[in-house]
């Protein structure tokens, strides 16, 4: 099942719940709903853990915790996705969204100098934070949709899939019964057949017997009363 998938790679939630800069949510944490792995659950996680990667602000698991506890999406998932923005990801990541909102809002963009500064990015951040936060808002809504929706359909095609190998795995049986069945019954329709001819056979038989019977009880009848009537006189009985 995907759960196995996603539980392989989540974190431990003994640690999600004693991460410091979690324990402001106190007995939230313990809603045993932030903790199921099912396809609704991991999916939202999915949403609110992208949409709050792209976000440029400091803490952003305190977004992705309060965002999961508010539509009950999977907790250690959704934490988990804000590191998808990292020191190393981080210059590449923002300055694509940065080159988003400028274009959203037709503004032309900043080249880069050949050595980025701190100095030159805080001079910087007067001017380009209004395209870079938008373009953040926006690439974050995008990628957490396709993120929700791709969990969803990802989960219902392997579910799908499972139980076509179950079906697949169960027709062969299912048939050789069902040949097995109807060889059984063909059998006993060919002996109740042959039984039913032998039966015939065998009434025949017994009436020829009985009339052989009969006939031999009339023979014997007849020679009887010829005996007799020999004896008295009488005439012979005509046939």
């Known amino acids: 099942m995907p759960r196995r998938l996603f539980k392989r790679y989540m974190p431990d939630p003994t640690s999600i719940r004693e991460h410091k800069s979690l324990r402001f949510f106190g007995t939230l944490l313990h809603d045993a709903n932030l903790w199921h792995l099912n396809r609704h659950s991991v999916a939202r996680a999915m949403g609110v853990g992208l949409f709050a990667a792209l976000i ?42 940065y080159m988003t909102g400028a274009w959203l809002m037709q503004v032309p963009p900043r080249t880069l100098p050949e050595t980025i ?10 001017t380009i934070w209004q395209p870079f936060l938008l373009g953040s808002l926006v690439c974050g809504v995008v990628l957490g949709v ?48 042959h039984g039913g001819s032998h039966q015939h056979e065998g009434d025949r038989g017994a009436d020829a017997d009985v009339r052989h019977a009969q006939d031999a009880v009339a023979e014997r009848v007849d020679h009887v009363q010829h005996g007799v009537g020999q004896r008295h006189g009488l005439p012979e009985r005509r046939q």
């Open 117 to 126: 500064t701190v100095d030159w990015v805080t001079d910087q951040l007067a």
């Open 56 to 97: 440029p602000i400091p803490m952003q698991m305190l977004l992705a915790a309060a965002l999961a506890i508010a539509l009950r999406g999977n907790l250690p998932i959704a934490v988990s996705l804000v590191w998808l923005t990292n020191p190393l990801t981080m210059p590449p990541v923002f300055f694509a969204t």
């Open 146 to 193: 396709l993120g929700y929706f791709t969990t969803q359909w990802y989960w219902r095609w392997w579910v799908g899939r499972q139980w076509r190998r179950r079906q697949c795995r169960c027709t062969p049986a299912r048939d050789s019964r069902t040949h097995a069945a109807a060889a059984d019954q063909q059998a006993h329709a060919q002996y109740v057949e």
